[in-house]
């Protein structure tokens, strides 16, 4: 596609709950990075996966957060179990190989757990 | 410990003036600095970055300057417009690394008609 697309836009779930959020890169982008925004917070990183490359899970914040990444393309980020300080925007970025340059954002999905 | 402090939550200023962005960052090994813009309900968007060889690169409106000695990095934009009101984010990195950026807080401006 022309752009990143995540889905859902918004979600809201039970506390307890596990949640799903898909992130469809752009085309042909090799790099896929997942962070959230949690209320006045940064940007914090989650995950980054690289073509065939074991993923950096280095910013998961606990073992409830698992992500994968299916031919090189679709990923989802799954939160078993969700908590209450879950609640955030995850947002998914992808570009087109190593470097800095040319990370582009979705628009994010907003995981709100009451 | 934050790597990268963005101390202003926000910034207001008179459309047709400049506005200053700051952000400071702990770490010398740092060597990519960019700047992302944020709208509501939209993911962040880049705006410009900056290599730790240079310290000024510009364009159009906007200008970042790196202070390597004193870790500091900031945004001008001049003049300021109603549509640049959004929420402002520095990042950092490494040069070559896998692309991880290390963000700040965020500072919220808004330009006045």
């Known amino acids: 596609g022309a752009g990143v697309s995540q889905s859902p836009s918004n979600k809201v779930t039970e506390k307890g709950k596990d949640v799903e959020l898909r992130c469809d890169p752009i085309s042909g982008h090799t790099a896929l990075y997942w962070y959230r925004q949690s209320l006045g917070q940064g940007l914090e990183f989650l995950i980054y996966?690289?073509?065939?490359?074991?993923?950096?899970k280095s910013g998961l914040p606990s073992d409830r957060f698992s992500a994968e990444r299916t031919g090189g393309s679709v990923s989802t980020l799954t939160i078993q179990r969700t908590q209450q300080e879950d609640s955030a925007v995850y947002l998914c970025?992808?570009?087109?190989?190593?470097?800095?340059?040319?990370?582009?954002f979705g628009s994010g999905t907003r995981l709100t757990v009451v | 410990d934050q790597q990268v402090k963005q101390n202003s939550p926000s910034l207001s200023v008179q459309e047709g003036r400049i506005s200053i962005l700051n952000c400071d960052y702990t770490?010398?090994?740092?060597?990519?600095f960019l700047w992302y813009k944020k709208y509501p309900a939209e993911g962040p968007t880049f705006l410009i970055s900056?290599?730790?060889?240079?310290d000024k690169n510009e364009d159009g409106r906007f200008t970042v300057f790196l202070n390597k000695s004193a870790k500091h990095l900031s945004l001008h934009i001049v003049p300021s417009q109603p549509g640049d009101s959004a929420v402002y984010f520095c990042?950092?990195?490494?040069?070559?690394?896998?692309?991880?950026?290390?963000f700040g807080q965020g500072t919220t401006l808004q330009v006045k008609p």
């Open positions: 996966f690289q073509g065939n490359s074991a993923p950096d």
């Open positions: 990042a950092v990195s490494t040069w070559g690394n896998t692309g991880k950026l290390i």
């Open positions: 900056i290599s730790s060889i240079k």
């Open positions: 970025a992808s570009k087109p190989g190593q470097g800095t340059y040319g990370y582009t």
């Open positions: 770490n010398s090994m740092f060597d990519y």
